[in-house]
RNA sequence: GGCCCCAUGGUCAAUCGGUUAAGACGCGACCCUCUCAAGGUCGAAUGACUGGUUCGAUUCCAGUUGGGGUCACCA
């Protein structure tokens, strides 16, 4: 009768380490008490996902704050969903966001000592792994084919049992060792199952670093550690991984709990201390009513690239996440004046347990402030990028005459109460236009928004006047003093108050008097302070502007 | 369906048995004001349901309901 030894010979007679090497060469970290080691471990299957960034996010502030280390491992097992250079594409949208590994799978190579950090360049240490798992029974090979395993799954919900493949629905579980042998001699195909000891009806318990205490049923199933093509499917990798790469806590997205026991059950067997989890709520929608997790089919702002072609500043997108992860951080940002979220205390388990539907106003607020915080000269910096990307016309403007659209992103924005125009550089071109003396000729070219209850020749009179007598290179009082008393030489208030009081007295208020100055010279009755527009436009244009905009009545 | 997770305003949420149940976004009103964006003041709006424990439950327990997740040679 043959042994599980020599079972484990035969299906990997190449492999001639043993579990001693790997912890031999992957030796636990030194590291200070209390550090954490987490990881980012994304399969490369296309965009960085919202919730994806949130995850990692959190793993990343993790060992920072706990002065340990953050790696990024790429987990490239499922080669049908594989896209070429997806990989490279998380990397790079990851760093936009500061969120860079310490060690890790990189473009241009691994760097740390314990690698590989790319699982299909793992085979070896997963084969050496589960050849000891065979070894001493606690793996075996199965020979289903997919169409058996159908069967014995149509049989389970015919007979309204649980399906899997456990128990006595284990086809291949109870073979003989000579039997493995004579089925893989005679060349029938197999994968390697993991050999549950669980018990269905027993439980088995684990401190989610999060939820806390959380109570699941055993895992009894023989889940599948190895497939067809060599390679080890998720549940095994992660265990095997995680163990040599010495990470410490797992934070993973909250979907990952039913399947926890199975990883548990694996560590037990293999007799290896399992990390701590921290399994982090999804990021919802609401949809129909209904709540659902951010899908990337349905959701544009389910991929980060949504929110960097929209131009949200990074940080933006940051604070707000980390709004959700821990509530407490408003309070926190408020009372130290920064959104600097790298000095921000967090604590994971001030994580809410339930999942955050996205706010995209709140985003939007966070935004404005982040944008209205940013020093000018960042400010221009970082809308040049975004433009270079995304507005070729805005782009040309700012490398043609950088010192203009400086003065017009500065406006109102050095003061206690800067101005929040904007919470995504996308919002500066539509609102900048009039700025240009083309784009300006285009809007005024259609009926312009003059108040009807003022009399055209009038509107006519107060463009031609502040056209010839409007007052520039003074300070905003004088200038202002100026508009009122040219409106006031054609009829209008020169005080809100006198016009409160008997409007039937006057042509129109002060305000209106402005606002006929507004629409001409920016096509709208909306715009920042007139003044610095017009000190910005010059004098020369303004008058043109006006006389143009009087001439066309 | 089995199992698991979750449950305070529209949204994010604080409260570690005793509170007029914080705060933020959004919304509304008013103020400021040459318009807008802001800013200021005020306001509307919350403990899913039913039992139990307790002198006292938003808070602890159970059940119900609702929402979410998971049951692959995908992760």
Redesign the pocket.
């Known amino acids: 009768m043959a042994t599980n030894e020599e079972l484990a010979e035969l299906l990997f007679p190449d492999v001639k380490d043993s579990i001693e090497d790997l912890e031999k060469r992957y030796p636990a970290r030194n590291l200070p008490e209390g550090a954490q080691v987490t990881r980012f471990?994304p399969?490369p299957t296309g965009f960085l996902h919202t919730g994806s960034l949130f995850t990692s996010m959190i793993s990343y502030t993790v060992a920072k704050t706990t002065g340990g280390v953050y790696f990024f491992r790429l987990?490239d097992?499922?080669t049908k969903?594989t896209i070429e250079g997806s990989g490279d594409l998380l990397i790079e949208q990851l760093h936009e966001f500061g969120i860079d590994a310490d060690e890790g799978y990189f473009k241009e190579g691994d760097k740390g000592a314990y690698g590989p950090y790319k699982q299909s360049e793992r085979r070896q240490i997963y084969r050496t792994v589960i050849k000891e798992l065979v070894r001493i029974g606690r793996a075996y090979p199965d020979f289903?084919?997919?169409e058996d395993?159908d069967k014995i799954?149509k049989s389970q919900e015919a007979n309204k049992v649980?399906?899997?493949?456990y128990g006595i629905y284990a086809r291949d579980r109870n073979l003989s060792v000579d039997e493995r042998i004579a089925r893989i001699n005679a060349g029938i195909?197999w994968?390697i199952r993991f050999k549950s000891n669980g018990d269905h009806d027993r439980k088995t318990k684990f401190t989610d670093a999060i939820?806390?205490e959380?109570?699941?049923?055993d895992n009894d199933t023989d889940v599948?550690i190895l497939?067809?093509?060599g390679?080890p499917?998720?549940h095994f990798a992660h265990v095997c991984d995680d163990h040599f790469m010495r990470t410490t806590l797992i934070s993973r997205g909250?979907?990952?709990?039913?399947?926890t026991p199975i990883h548990l059950d694996m560590f037990r067997a293999l007799n290896w201390k399992a990390p701590k989890y921290a399994h982090i709520p999804?990021i919802?929608k609401l949809d129909h009513g209904?709540?659902?997790?951010l899908s990337k089919r349905k959701d544009p702002e389910a991929a980060v690239s949504y929110f960097l072609d929209e131009g949200y500043p990074t940080k933006a997108l940051l604070v707000y996440l980390m709004?959700?992860a821990n509530?407490?951080f408003?309070?926190w940002a408020a009372a130290n004046k920064s959104f600097d979220i790298s000095k921000f205390p967090f604590k994971i388990k001030?994580m809410?347990?339930?999942?955050?539907?996205f706010?995209i106003?709140?985003l939007?607020?966070f935004s404005?402030e982040v944008i209205a915080a940013t020093p000018i000269d960042e400010l221009c910096k970082e809308v040049k990028e975004y433009a270079e990307k995304h507005d070729e016309i805005l782009y040309k403007r700012m490398v043609e005459m950088p010192e203009y659209l400086k003065k017009i992103l500065n406006i109102?924005k050095d003061r206690k109460?800067?101005?929040?125009?904007y919470a995504k550089y996308s919002d500066v071109s539509p609102n900048i236009r009039f700025f240009f003396k083309e784009e300006w000729e285009k809007m005024v070219a259609n009926p312009l928004p003059f108040k009807e209850s003022i009399d055209k020749a009038i509107v006519k009179q107060m463009l031609e006047l502040a056209a010839k007598e409007m007052v520039f290179g003074t300070d905003?009082n004088t200038w202002?003093s100026c508009v009122k008393e040219l409106g006031g030489r054609l009829g209008f208030a020169t005080s809100?108050k006198d016009y409160k009081e008997n409007p039937e007295k006057f042509v129109g208020s002060?305000?209106d008097s402005?606002?006929i100055i507004?629409i001409a010279v920016t096509g709208s009755?909306?715009?920042?302070?007139?003044?610095e527009i017009l000190e910005i436009l010059g004098e020369e244009e303004v008058r043109a502007r006006l006389n143009a905009v009087a001439q066309a009545l």
């Open positions: 471990a399969s987990e097992t499922d969903r289903c084919t997919p395993l799954r649980l399906p899997g493949y195909p994968v939820r806390g959380i109570e699941l049923q599948v497939k067809s093509d390679l499917t998720y909250e979907e990952w709990i039913p399947s999804s919802m209904n709540k659902r997790k709004s959700i509530s407490n408003e309070e001030k809410s347990l339930d999942g955050a539907l706010d106003d709140k939007n607020y404005k109102e109460n800067p101005r929040k125009d905003e202002f809100n002060l305000s402005a606002e507004r009755t909306q715009s920042p302070n007139l003044h």
